[in-house]
T-cell receptor
Framework: QQQVKQSPQSLIVQKGGISIINCAYE??????FPWYQQFPGKGPALLIA?????SEKKEGRFTISFNKSAKQFSLHIMDSQPGDSATYFC???????????FGGGTRLMVKP | DGGITQSPKYLFRKEGQNVTLSCEQN?????MYWYRQDPGQGLRLIYY???????QKGDIAEGYSVSREKKESFPLTVTSAQKNPTAFYLC?????????????FGSGTRLTVV
């Protein structure tokens, strides 16, 4: 059972454009929603995270938007750069235990 | 520098062999995790451990075994019972399982059956 669904699987964006990746979750007990960035041959690295008590969190060019009623959250990458080309994973967890359930990943390519 | 070290980076297994993947962390983290990554399927949890000498099965534990004899070490054994072991294996850790500090991942081990 896939509890976190991520879309699209792949995304091509021109340099300077906005990259948008969406995730939907099923378990209303989830209370922590991180995004991870993974470059080829490397482990994922935490990019940005949000809790359900806020609707938006911004760090530099990266913004998470969170819609609790729709059980959806998304990552927006503004002014996308070729260096942003990577695979992005959304995830969710319930507080105790901190086990993350990951989405299927989105492979982003930013064309120069 | 603190971090998680996974070794080897590449590993080849013959049919019927058991192999062990190493994961060592010097972050003084309490919890450690093993994930399997296959193309298009995201990360799937194999085993996790929140304290020394204790671990629990994740979603796809069949054919795998782990131990947690030391806080800093969490090796994963891929046994011959695992029918399709070719994948990228990631080890992760976090400071406090209840506080959602986020995971630190190692650089992974790519296992191939030959």
């Amino acid at each position: 059972q896939q509890q976190v669904k991520q879309s699209p699987q792949s995304l091509i964006v021109q340099k300077g454009g906005i990259s948008i990746i969406n995730c939907a979750y099923e378990n209303t007990a989830f209370d922590y929603f991180p995004w991870y960035q993974q470059f080829p041959g490397k482990g994922p690295a935490l990019l940005i995270a949000i809790r359900p008590d806020v609707s938006e969190k911004k760090e530099g060019r990266f913004t998470i938007s969170f819609n609790k009623s729709a059980k959806q959250f998304s990552l927006h990458i503004m002014d996308s750069q070729p260096g942003d080309s990577a695979t992005y994973f959304c995830a969710a967890s319930i507080g105790a235990g901190n086990m993350l359930t990951f989405g299927g990943g989105t492979r982003l390519m930013v064309k120069p | 520098d603190g971090g998680i070290t996974q070794s080897p980076k590449y590993l080849f297994r013959k049919e019927g062999q058991n192999v062990t993947l190493s994961c060592e962390q010097n972050l003084n983290h309490d919890a450690m995790y093993w994930y399997r990554q296959d193309p298009g399927q995201g990360l799937r949890l194999i085993y996790y451990s929140q304290i020394v000498n204790d671990f629990q099965k994740g979603d796809i534990a069949e054919g795998y075994s782990v131990s947690r004899e030391k806080k800093e070490s969490f090796p994963l054994t891929v046994t011959s019972a695992q029918k399709n072991p070719t994948a990228f294996y990631l080890c992760a850790s976090t400071l406090d399982p209840g506080a959602n500090y986020g995971y630190t991942f190692g650089s992974g081990t790519r296992l191939t059956v030959v």
